[in-house]
């Protein structure tokens, strides 16, 4: 599922979006991996490095961006890192998390940390040499030195950024399931309608079965297979949606937009919010207050 959830987000308009806004202005690549992924992050990417493009036409040194990729993946799991490759370029990976579950990265990169030395390139250049990897020299250096180069607190402010847009791709990821129809069942759809009505009131599977003239039991199968999701899980996404749109309004108090959104406690409110969406109401709340 995680991997059909991060093609759906990268598809996604807002991606798509936030990736042409940020390209033009950063100058930097933006790549949404999912944890298995195993390709180049942004090769033929808009705002590619074409000193990394040039490398990735290399076997050996496509090995060698491939493994600083895979030990990125590895470090951020819980938190963003950023890795320097053995060419001096830094590549940093934001996971993207849903409760427990890491389902993928926001990744940027290939970029210099502080200018690039004439003694740096010519490490590289010898370090090339040594794996074999011919180039000229001439065009090698000039891309080198054409690298972007940011400063400690302007990578600081893009992994910020970053963080942020993860949070808003988090909140569409629960969309995303709540809208999913991989099987267009007459009954299913008239389901969803049914919970979408009174997703406020107290529900029940019996009651939504009955609405739709079926047995609580057949019910529960043909919705889990609809869905991919069982019952009570899709309600809890239903009401953390429509949680998420009142707790924009800063007049309406978190608690209010529980019990409005169809919670029938607090703790149980806290608890769902956490698991599907990795924060809880308050610091969602405030994350919107900062953004």
């Not at 990897?133 to 000039?142: D, E, G, P, Y």
């Not at 999913?180 to 049914?194: E, F, G, H, V």
């Not at 959104?261 to 703790?267: K, P, V």
Request: proline share 4%.
């Amino acid at each position: 599922m995680a991997n059909h959830l991060i093609e759906s987000l990268a598809g996604s308009k807002l991606f798509q979006d936030y990736e042409r806004a940020f390209g033009e202005t950063t100058g930097l690549p933006l790549a949404l991996r999912s944890v298995e992924s195993r390709r180049l992050s942004h090769h033929g990417k808009p705002y590619e490095n074409p000193f990394c493009a040039q490398l990735a036409k290399a076997n050996h040194t496509c090995a060698a961006c491939l493994q600083v990729q895979q030990r990125l993946r590895e470090k951020a799991t819980l938190k963003p890192q950023t890795i320097t490759c053995q060419m001096g370029l830094c590549e940093t990976a934001v996971p993207l998390r849903i409760g427990d579950q890491l389902i993928g990265h926001l990744t940027t990169g290939q970029m210099f940390r502080k200018p690039p030395t004439e003694a740096q390139f010519n490490h590289t250049a010898k370090l090339l040499a040594d794996w074999g990897v011919h180039m000229n020299r001439k065009k090698l250096r000039a891309l080198y030195f054409k690298t972007r180069v940011l400063s400690s607190r302007q990578h600081e402010s893009i992994i910020r950024l970053l963080a942020i847009f993860g949070d808003h791709l988090l909140i569409l990821s629960n969309r995303i399931v709540v809208e999913a129809q991989n099987i267009d069942i007459p009954s299913i759809l008239r389901a969803k309608q049914y919970i979408s009505e009174h997703q406020a009131e107290p529900l029940s599977l019996g009651q939504v079965a009955r609405s739709v003239n079926g047995s609580r039991f057949h019910f529960c199968k043909q919705f889990k297979k609809a869905t991919g999701l069982c019952f009570t899980d899709y309600l809890s996404r239903v009401r953390t949606e429509r949680a998420v749109n009142l707790l924009i309004n800063p007049k309406l108090r978190v608690s209010e937009a529980a019990f409005e959104a169809g919670f029938q406690s607090i703790t149980h409110f806290n608890r769902v919010f956490k698991r599907i969406l990795g924060r809880t109401p308050t610091d969602y709340r405030e994350q919107l207050v900062r953004a």
